[in-house]
């Protein structure tokens, strides 16, 4: 039995009559994260050769790899987690509407012909994405009991290494060959074909009750769910960390790959294969053992479901900055293994917090504000700001201006760190489940 298989048994429920679909359920949530995240992050290894032959300066790359998608997922995401919530809505049937048109934009992605082009089919593809993970936490919440929630969260997150990593290798292999244009085309197909069979994969579970309540509660309106969401001081720490995580781990995804690219000299092809394998095997391990300790330990005290990402990211940091520093790409991407896999580890513990820190009528909501501010702040300005900074110091240190960005970079890492420390002292008394 493989690892993923192994996890996913794990975090299905115990009834018998329930475990296989719930099993199933998970494993074809995370066949479509991967491909979100393929979709998304993909533009990433693009971004060289694109601004090449578009003539792009690093600013505009910034826009394009993070602003465009993120303005317009952030601010559909929560309305989209709204209906979510709904008892009456069809979850599976949102979800795949919404793997068709994000897939649709990243082929039309391959079709742009100029900046403006590509980047409102950029923004098509964020349109397209904010229906996805409110409503897949939402499913993966009613069916999985409180205990084994962070592993089953964590489960579905592997979507994000997994899916970065097929970006980078796909994306930089096939650029090297056939060009970044057939790139784009060939990894929004598949999720096309997906989303046509999607519905007759799993079911719509509202019939169900969640896992850990007895009875359908009272709707909340919008403006409820929100109170809802920011009504413990836990919920705003972990919103604080989880934004700076994703504002440094975006800025970083786009500019460590150009990093190897400019200063290391490597092409598309060899960056996305080697670090692309190396950093998504990271990244994989990473989140998987962040669900397993949040779920292991926390059973002792809740505290300790956000002990592996405080922890983890204070580790991080100076491991990084060495990383960052050498001159040997080799040693580079060895040193960047660790913190990377330390780094993935508080995606399965923190929505599975967020979570619980809400009633289940909220728990999509609770998702789409957290993706909301890590993808605005994170995604949204991450690789901009980082863009931004390199131009700033290109005049003083030339090509060389990424690595110093990128090694102020590794040091805020102690800032999530800090805050994730913080909402750990609130869980025991903050919880309203798992």
């Known amino acids: 039995m493989s690892q993923n298989d192994a996890m996913a048994a794990a975090v299905t429920a115990p009834a018998s009559d329930t475990a296989t ?8 949530l995370l066949a479509v994260y991967i491909l979100n995240f393929l979709d998304r992050q993909i533009v990433n290894i693009l971004a060289e050769p694109i601004a090449r032959d578009l003539s792009l300066s690093d600013a505009d790359i910034g826009l394009l790899t993070g602003l465009a998608f993120a303005l317009f997922y952030t601010f559909l995401g929560i309305p989209i ?44 593809v ?30 579905y997150g592997l979507g994000i290494p997994i899916g970065s990593l097929l970006g980078l290798i796909v994306g930089g292999l096939v650029a090297d060959q056939w060009g970044w244009r057939v790139a784009f085309m060939v990894v929004g197909v598949p999720g096309i074909l997906l989303a046509l069979v999607l519905p007759m ?3 719509e579970v509202r019939h169900k009750a969640p896992a850990d309540t007895a009875a359908p509660a009272a709707e909340f309106n919008v403006f409820g769910a929100l109170r809802e969401v920011f009504g413990t001081r836990a919920f705003l720490y972990i919103a604080i960390a989880s934004s700076f995580t994703a504002f440094l781990g ?10 190897f690219q400019r200063s290391h000299g ?3 092809g060899e960056t996305g294969l080697l670090l692309g394998v190396a950093l998504g095997i990271a990244g994989i391990l990473g989140t998987w053992l962040g669900g397993y300790l ?55 513990p923190t ?53 110093y960005v990128l090694y102020g970079a590794a040091w805020l890492g102690l800032i999530p760190a800090f805050f994730f420390w913080r909402a750990s002292l609130r869980l025991n008394a903050e919880l309203k489940s798992g």
């Open 266 to 268: 490597l092409s598309p």
């Open 21 to 28: 679909p719930v099993r199933r359920m998970l494993w074809v």
């Open 250 to 259: 975006y800025g970083k995804g786009v500019w460590a790959l150009i990093l």
């Open 81 to 124: 987690a709204r209906y979510a919530d709904k008892p009456t809505t069809n979850r599976i049937g949102l979800i795949s509407v919404s793997l068709a048109v994000w897939s649709g934009m990243t082929v039309l992605c391959g079709m742009a012909q100029n900046f403006t082009q590509l980047l409102l089919a950029r923004i098509g």
């Open 294 to 348: 949040a779920d292991r330990f926390g059973k002792v005290d809740r505290r300790h479901m956000l002990t592996t990402p405080a922890v983890g990211m204070a580790i991080a940091a100076p491991i990084l900055f060495v990383g960052y520093w050498v001159d040997e790409w080799h040693v580079a991407i060895a040193l960047l293994f660790i913190p990377t896999l330390l780094n993935a580890a508080y995606y399965g």
């Open 126 to 155: 964020g349109v397209g994405e904010a229906g996805c993970t409110p409503a897949a936490h939402s499913l993966i919440t009613d069916r999985v009991e409180p205990a084994k929630r962070a592993s089953a969260i964590a489960f």
């Open 351 to 403: 929505f599975a917090c967020v979570h619980g820190l809400v009633r289940p009528q909220a728990r999509a909501m609770a998702s789409a504000v957290m993706l909301f501010l890590q993808n605005l702040i994170g995604l949204g300005l991450g690789p901009l700001l980082f863009g931004i900074a390199s131009e700033m110091l290109k005049p003083s240190v030339g090509v060389e201006s990424v690595r």
């Open 201 to 203: 994969m799993i079911k």
